[in-house]
């Protein structure tokens, strides 16, 4: 169980383009998703906080008007990167939680590898 | 604010020999501790977590971790690795509250040497 996909799980595009990535929880309930951003050898970053029927809360320095979260239904929210550009070539994941427990723990999907050309 | 620190970038172990990788948090109340594996190009995976109760928590793959309240650690260890453990390793922890997010080290990456 507890089972996250991506959408593409690979994507290029050219510069100045939009590009949207799918984040599903395929056998639970996911009030809460977030988006990460990972360059090469490094960490995770927290990008934003997707609650289901509201508006995403974004962490400091993550552009809102460029990564547009959307968390239409309980088992789906998806990240467009608008107008992208090279150096948002990056490494997205994103993870869901299970509203059946109360606490932090995450399932995460596999990620999707973005490249702008 | 919570934060976490692994100290070792990169780690070089004989397969076969034992592993420990070594993690430091801070926060002020009950960590939620957690440790996710992350092959290239991949997701991550959890190799097991602790909320609460017994501190030594056994994980999948052969991992286990302890809590050391006392240390601020939650160390992970492999008795004997396995070429197939090459990977990247990160802590990470949470509060207790089910609605806070994950705060992450910086990995460390173990390389296998045969």
């Known amino acids: 169980g507890a089972v996250v996909s991506q959408h593409p799980s690979r994507v290029i595009c050219k510069s100045g383009t939009s590009v949207k990535i799918e984040c599903r929880s395929l056998d639970f309930q996911a009030t809460t998703m977030f988006w990460y951003r990972q360059f090469p050898k490094q960490s995770l970053m927290l990008m934003a906080t997707?609650?289901?029927?509201?508006?995403?809360?974004?962490e400091q320095g993550v552009e809102k008007d460029k990564f547009l979260i959307n968390h239409a239904s309980l088992t789906l929210s998806t990240l467009t990167v608008t107008s992208a550009h090279p150096e948002d070539s990056s490494f997205y994941i994103c993870?869901?939680?299970?509203?059946?427990?109360?606490?932090?723990?995450?399932?995460f999907g596999p990620g999707t590898r973005l490249t702008v050309t | 604010a919570q934060s976490v620190t692994q100290p070792d970038i990169h780690i070089t172990v004989s397969e076969g020999a034992s592993l420990e990788l070594r993690c430091n948090y801070s926060?002020?109340?009950?960590?939620?501790l957690f440790w996710y594996v992350q092959s290239p190009g991949q997701g991550l995976q959890l190799l097991l977590k602790?909320?609460?109760?017994?501190?030594l928590v056994q994980g999948i793959k052969g991992f286990e971790a302890e809590f050391k309240r006392s240390q601020s650690s939650f160390n992970l260890r492999k008795p004997s690795v396995h070429w197939s453990d090459a990977a990247e390793y990160f802590c990470a922890v949470g509060a207790d509250s089910g609605y806070s997010t994950l705060t992450f080290g910086k990995g460390t990456m173990l390389l296998v040497s045969p």
């Open positions: 602790y909320f609460s109760g017994d501190t």
């Open positions: 926060y002020g109340a009950t960590p939620y």
């Open positions: 997707s609650n289901e029927g509201s508006k995403a809360t974004y």
């Open positions: 993870s869901a939680r299970d509203m059946g427990q109360g606490t932090s723990e995450q399932y």
